[in-house]
């Protein structure tokens, strides 16, 4: 076999067989909006909390998707629900209840 340098990082993967697909429907029965996101980041750029820690809305909902509980609710501890990313959003979505879902589904 030739080896052309190139690996799978560890942390890319996604083990569906751990993958609590019943947690993510109960939040899309609460937040259907989460399913048109784009994830165009300019949410994450207005982001007055984005500037000092790790708080990224887009990167959540990303982790969401690929089974990454733990670290989606890492990315939305530090949010301040001020409400700049709800103003910015394209698709207008309510992203102060969304992330107040997102935490309330996840934090337990």
């Known amino acids: ?10 942390s890319s993967r996604v083990n569906l067989d751990k993958f609590d697909k ?10 259907p909006d989460i399913r048109i ?3 165009c980041g ?8 984005g500037k000092f820690t790790e708080t ?4 959540a909902i ?25 103003i910015v959003c394209p698709r207008s979505i309510n992203t102060r209840n969304l992330i107040n879902n997102i935490l309330k589904i996840y934090s337990k």
């Open 56 to 59: 990224s809305l887009r990167k």
């Open 22 to 31: 019943e947690k993510f429907d109960k939040l899309l029965k609460i937040e």
């Open 62 to 86: 990303l982790l969401l998707q690929n089974g990454d509980e733990k670290g989606a609710v890492n990315k939305l501890i530090g949010c301040m629900l001020c409400g700049k990313c709800t």
């Open 1 to 10: 076999m030739t080896n052309f340098g190139f690996k799978l990082v560890t």
């Open 42 to 49: 300019a949410c994450t750029a207005t982001c007055s909390a």
């Open 37 to 39: 996101c784009m994830a």
